[in-house]
């Protein structure tokens, strides 16, 4: 996999409402995934494939027609549950949302994940968590937020490498 990211950001906000917004973004030379639903479809399913190698194990992810569910491999605790993706396809982008339904690591169901690809003259890939309810205490700023920026850096790398390959 490519060591550096070009132009690689991350950033991290709390709404009014209390909830996390959470963005990481980073340039490609060339559009990974076409603009169409399978190119949504594509980017969502590479995103959870890297979340369980990132976890190396101890977490599953297993999505399914209802949804997508974050698992403690071996306990049967759900940590996060994600509803059915939502495709969305425009002139310029495609975006994969997955609407968070709650688990062990919310505080409560609402806010989303999105991963998505811009096309243009700077094509972009990027990751959000938007109106997202931790759970309260030190949980997410120690490990959830380092997991996810982690998270991140590795599906762009990885689809970065597959479209070298």
């Known amino acids: 996999m490519p060591a550096e990211l070009e132009g690689f950001r991350s950033s991290e906000s709390r709404a009014h409402d209390g909830s996390i917004e959470t963005e990481q973004r980073v340039f490609i030379p060339k559009p990974v995934v076409s603009l169409t639903e399978d190119g949504g479809r594509a980017l969502g399913r590479r995103y959870w494939l890297e979340v369980a190698r990132v976890a190396r194990g101890l977490v599953r992810a297993r999505a399914s027609d209802?949804?997508?569910?974050?698992?403690l491999a071996g306990v049967g605790l759900t940590l996060l549950s994600?509803?059915?993706?939502?495709?969305?396809?425009?002139?310029?982008?495609?975006?994969?949302?997955?609407?968070?339904?709650?688990?062990?690591?919310?505080?409560a169901a609402g806010g989303e994940l999105v991963v998505a690809q811009i096309d243009?003259?700077?094509?972009?890939?990027?990751?959000?968590?938007?109106?997202?309810?931790?759970?309260?205490?030190?949980?997410?700023?120690?490990?959830?937020?380092?997991?996810h920026?982690?998270?991140?850096?590795?599906?762009f790398r990885s689809l970065l490498a597959e479209d070298r390959a």
């Not at 209802?66 to 698992?71: A, Y």
């Not at 094509?123 to 309810?133: C, I, M, Q, T």
């Not at 920026?149 to 599906?155: A, E, G, I, T």
């Open 149 to 155: 920026v982690s998270v991140s850096r590795r599906y």
């Open 120 to 147: 243009g003259d700077s094509p972009e890939l990027f990751v959000a968590v938007n109106g997202f309810f931790a759970r309260r205490g030190l949980l997410y700023r120690q490990l959830q937020r380092r997991l």
């Open 66 to 71: 209802d949804g997508v569910e974050i698992d």
């Open 82 to 107: 994600l509803g059915p993706e939502e495709i969305t396809v425009e002139s310029d982008r495609v975006t994969c949302r997955y609407p968070i339904r709650g688990g062990a690591l919310s505080g």
